[in-house]
């Protein structure tokens, strides 16, 4: 972490809500693409995104050491994320139909997997996609956004790997991810 990001963390957790409105601006981006890469529905990905931040701004004064300041962020987005996926749940298990008798009586239950179906088709069809989409970069962006979203590596560790400065490793993720997007909505427009 840089010394600016350090500084902006714990003013934040000391409560001035200018670090904390400058960290909320500069996580949003990030939240936003972690989620894109758990979910591939932007609607939802736009709701889940807002309750992050929400619990950023609400809960970062709770913060008692900046430098576990990332595990702690992780913590929020895949909580929300999880929390997000048991509300699906529990709404597709309302999504259920009974057969009844002559005399209008239940007799039983019957899921409707029809959806879950359709769900799980689409999600393998855009893993697909996705994961076509990063093997058809070239190998300057694929090594450095493989070794950062798939190995969790920091942007130190994958100069050092791949022998690159840190701005070119940014810099090669965010066209990486770039590329990827694009072919994610292309898919989705067809």
């Not at 972490?1 to 714990?10: A, H, L, P, R």
Request: charged share 30%.
């Amino acid at each position: 972490m840089d010394k600016s990001k350090f500084d902006i963390i714990n003013s934040a957790i000391k409560g001035d809500e200018d670090s904390i409105n400058k960290l909320i601006k500069s996580e949003q981006t990030n939240i936003y693409s972690m989620l894109l890469y758990l979910k591939k529905d932007s609607e939802d990905i736009n709701d889940i995104a807002q309750n992050i931040l929400i619990k950023l701004y609400s809960n970062i004064t709770k913060l008692k050491n900046p430098l576990s300041y990332k595990t702690w962020l992780n913590h929020i987005i895949l909580n929300t994320y999880y929390d997000y996926l048991r509300k699906i749940k529990s709404k597709k298990e309302y999504n259920r139909f009974s057969v009844r008798n002559e005399d209008d009586k239940n007799i039983f239950d019957i899921a409707d997997t029809k959806q879950d179906l359709e769900d799980k088709i689409l999600m393998n069809e855009m893993d697909r996609v996705i994961k076509y989409s990063i093997n058809n970069l070239p190998m300057h962006y694929k090594m450095p956004l493989t070794l950062r979203e798939i190995q969790g590596l920091s942007y130190k560790d994958i100069s050092d790997i791949t022998k690159t400065s840190i701005g070119t490793v940014k810099s090669r993720i965010a066209r990486a991810r770039d590329i990827v997007q694009i072919e994610i909505e292309k898919y989705q427009k067809s």
